[in-house]
């Protein structure tokens, strides 16, 4: 089966513009996770969405926020773009909430 | 705090040995720890996880143990291989995934 799809892969944007990512689970998976990996932070915990409600928020600002569809598709949408958030975003999908992540190849945005 | 954190940043190993890699978690009411391979490139892949109740699971090739007494994760690789070279990370289950910082694994021929 499909895995977890992440589009687009690479992005490049400008300070103070917004992007949007969107991450597609694996087929049946209800719950996705969005991560922020970069090398000074590591892999830390955006948001989490079951059932296109969110279940579960990490420590980022209210510019970062997201969605998710009655497919179970979602989006992460960063406003007002700093340098800092130049990262790569992981999206997981899992079955049940907590348990047996499966996460995607990632999208690697760079603000410039 | 929410920290899970590894010994080594860095590790070497010959083609053939096995390889240890080492985790610390500090919440111990977590029930769920999970190790990942992330190669470059791609987003951590699942290798194995072990829920609290158990002290060692097994799978091909990787075994995972825990210690709950001094809140210690190690995953080992048994006759590694160079195509486990990649970064290792371990995560804990606070109802959401805190991860290690990893630790870079390096395969010699």
């Known amino acids: 089966k499909a895995g977890v799809t992440q589009t687009p892969r690479y992005l490049i944007k400008t300070r103070g513009q917004q992007v949007t990512l969107s991450c597609s689970p694996i087929s049946g998976h209800r719950s996705v996770s969005w991560y922020q990996q970069t090398p000074g932070q590591g892999l830390q915990f955006l948001f989490e969405?079951?059932?296109?409600?969110?279940?579960n928020k990490g420590n980022f600002p209210g510019r970062f926020s997201g969605r998710q569809f009655s497919n179970s598709r979602s989006e992460m949408n960063v406003s007002t773009l700093e340098l800092g958030d130049s990262a790569l975003y992981l999206c997981?999908?899992?079955?049940?909430?907590?348990?047996?992540?499966?996460f995607g190849s990632g999208t690697r945005l760079t603000v410039v | 705090g929410e920290s899970v954190g590894l010994h080594l940043p860095t590790l070497s190993v010959q083609e053939g040995d096995n390889s240890i890699i080492n985790c610390a978690y500090s919440n111990s009411a977590s029930d769920y720890f999970i190790w990942y391979k992330q190669e470059s490139g791609k987003g951590p892949q699942f290798i194995i996880d072990?829920?609290?109740?158990?002290d060692k699971r097994q799978g091909q090739r990787v075994t995972v143990l825990l210690n709950k007494t001094v809140k210690h994760l190690s995953l080992q690789i048994a006759a590694t291989q160079p195509g486990d070279s990649a970064v290792y990370f371990c995560?804990?289950?606070?109802?959401?995934?805190?991860f290690g910082q990893g630790t870079e694994l390096s395969v010699k021929p």
């Open positions: 969405y079951f059932s296109e409600t969110q279940r």
């Open positions: 997981a999908s899992s079955l049940t909430q907590g348990y047996g992540y499966t």
């Open positions: 072990i829920r609290s109740n158990m």
């Open positions: 995560a804990e289950n606070q109802g959401k995934l805190i």
